[in-house]
């Protein structure tokens, strides 16, 4: 009985994508959009692209289908998306990864591969210490840092992580030393390591610290942003206390190269105002997560100067590597 | 408060959502390849649209209904639905290939509920201690507890530990292909991009255990048919129900404390409540032949340490499972951040969530009871239909996971080499434990190493602590082996 079922399920969607022949942009959609999501299930990438998504489909009037495939921290999904047909039936979501992957020899295209369709969220980077650190302000952190150079002990996922790149960042500009810790389930681990003693600090997205910070567990000493992030205005940014440190991880939707102006306008409207919705700014705010709207161009722009910043970072900590 | 929290999940609705949110979980948990997580973050965007104790409660149910859901293709198939049931089939498909699988499944409902609700008895009374024990768990204790996990070496090898030690040692092996997170250096991936992310343990399993024996059943064509015994009792006959109560409390302290910590969870939890049991046993060799202890050991834990996993969750907001990272999504749609802060603003929805989830455990038991009979007639279907449909399950299962052929060359492969090992006598289950424990065991240990050097590995007091069990968990039997050769010379 399941065979005869499977079979026959099996043939109905056999027919149904013979049917699903090339459209016009003005029917756009006609039929279910796939959303190539290249991390796992219930991962932060795909909890925020689920909630958007189930948004954006309202406005496009067709399902979009959410396809995980996770594997070397998106570059199997950024692959696949760019190798699909570009009608705007096959779309994905990004973070930084888009600009580090081709300067680390992972895969050799970042988003120049791409029309990018929005860029809906930031992350920007952040320094925790627990609740009862000896350190007050980012400056005393980074003076005591000079002072004791590869001692103060920072938790921050493994290298090449935009997370692990906002704190050599610092590193850099400032000319000091930390001991990092890597971290092998990345940044998320590093709060509650922070928490319980078992490091200085760490370096982690708001969106990743918020539960420990509003329990009073721990502690921010500054966030990577140009400015304060909505949903937590008492935290200083770096720039304001006079280090130029920013570092964003942001994402993106991605359709391939090709895919025409009118399928990307449409879908930009539909995401743009996913991004409006009650449901996904009530999700966002309480995460503690930036909304962002940029549109293609915003957005290329922003990712072309990413892609000088991350090359130039990664030079600098000895991770740059031509991709073949 | 309770009275009202009461009020709230006592409604047809209400009632309606957990047990059909249970029932959807244990499909889900029952199907290889799909998982507690995944069912969850599908069910996560209908969630929206509901009232945010309606939403969590269903989520709630799906989330125990999966734990449980592995059990019956563990012992039906002896392909584990979900990781935290690898080692239910151990005892569980011995067993239901005696023709008592109906007997089986009664012993995992049971011990699941029984865990399930000392669990969540356990997150109301004392989760803001658990929640400051979950904390003291950094990498130096992680690695101990990789080690203490590992000593379930001696429970798992069957007759002959050195093979025990190969199948881990292979495991182990295996364990670290992909990207090594610590040097961005690539290990044994041969440029492949699948294989960055490391060999998934998913696939693994599906193809050690439910392909491995789809095909020594075909090639052994004079075993005979799977014999099917209706059971006799209702639900569990009395010997059975006291060897439950006997192996409930320490496979649900196990399942509880292991569950808090959010580096383990369900499957971890199994592995050494599991060992606890052939330790403790006064007929340790009995275990793996399908007796009830070996399922109760490890049904109890994974549940008890739902229960387990939500104490992080709710006194902290850090999820102590991938499940409940999912719920934390949820709550968070509805403007609900889990914290301290929770408990003093929203009494009325943790009361609601503690009760949800001790109506979900009673779920359980309607389910399991309801099925007992019915889900044994599978293994009356006739071998020749049976076995295409088992491998067909396990090729859907492994694609399923990723969306990924490559995945299911991955089970192909296991399942080939799974066949010649059980030959060989290596135990499937211990291949699992080294792909399982190796990482937990080198991550932390590397992180350890960077943060402070080795010393917190033999200085922290947890650590000392574990580093005492895990000697009593070698030793003992060794103890135990060699009283019996004294005993015997005499």
Known sequence: MKFRKLTVLFAVLCIAALLSAPTTANAYPDRPITYIIGWATGGGSDLVSRVLCAEAEKHLGQPIVIVNRPGGSGAKAYVEISQARPDGYTIGNTTGTISTHKFMGVIPIGHEAFEVVITFNSDPGALWVKKDAPWKTLEEFVEDARKRPEEIVVAASNPGSITRLGLQLLEVKEDIKFRIASQAGGESAG?????????????????????????????PLGVQSEVRVDAFPEIPTFMEQGYDVVMHNTRQILAPKGTPKEVVDKLYQAFKAATKSETFVKFMNESGSMILDWDQQKSTEFLTAQDEQFKELLQQVGLYKEAK | ???????????????????????????????????????????????FYMPPSEGILMLLGLYTGAVFGGAYSAILLNIPGAPP??????????????????????????????????????????????ARFALRFGPAEYTVLAVFGLSAIVAVSGKSLARGFAGVSLGVLLSTVGMDHFTNISRFTFGSIELMSGINFIPVVIGLFGLAEVISQILETAKEGVIYKTIKHLFLSRSDFLKVLKGFLPASFIGIVIGVLPGAGGTIASIISYNQAVQSSKEPEKFGTGIPEGIIASETANNASVGGAMVPLLTLGVPGSSPAAILLGALLIHNLRPGPILFTTQPMLINTIFIGLMVAQFSLLLWGFATAKIAPWILA??????????????????????????????????????????????????VILGLILGPMFENNLRSTIEISGIAPVFTSPICIVLWILTAIMILYPICRMLRLKKCESE
Request: charged share 10%; proline share 5%; aromatic share 6%.
């Open chain 1, 191 to 219: 709060p509650g390591l922070v928490a319980g003693g078992h490091v200085d600090a760490c370096q982690a997205a708001p969106v990743t610290a918020k539960s420990l910070y509003d329990a009073g567990e721990i502690r």
């Open chain 2, 85 to 130: 049931s690898v080692m239910t089939s151990l005892d569980g498909y011995p067993m239901s290939q005696r023709g008592e699988a109906g007997r089986a499944i009664s012993l995992a409902t049971v011990g699941s509920t029984l865990g399930g609700i000392a669990g969540i008895i356990a997150l109301i009374i004392i989760a803001p201690i658990l």
């Open chain 2, 381 to 430: 279907v006739r071998r020749e239909v049976m076995l295409p449909a088992i491998a067909l399950l396990c090729v859907v299962g492994s694609f399923a996971l990723k969306n990924s052929f490559f995945d299911v060359g991955i089970m192909l492969v296991s399942g080939i080499a799974g066949f010649f090992l059980n030959k060989l006598g290596v135990k499937p289950g211990t």
């Open chain 2, 1 to 47: 408060m309770l009275l009202a929290a009461l009020e709230t999940v006592f409604t047809l609705k209400m009632i309606a959502l957990i047990f059909g949110g249970s029932a959807l979980g244990i499909i889900v948990g029952a199907l290889p390849g799909l998982s507690a997580t995944m069912g969850m973050a599908l069910m996560l965007p209908v969630t």
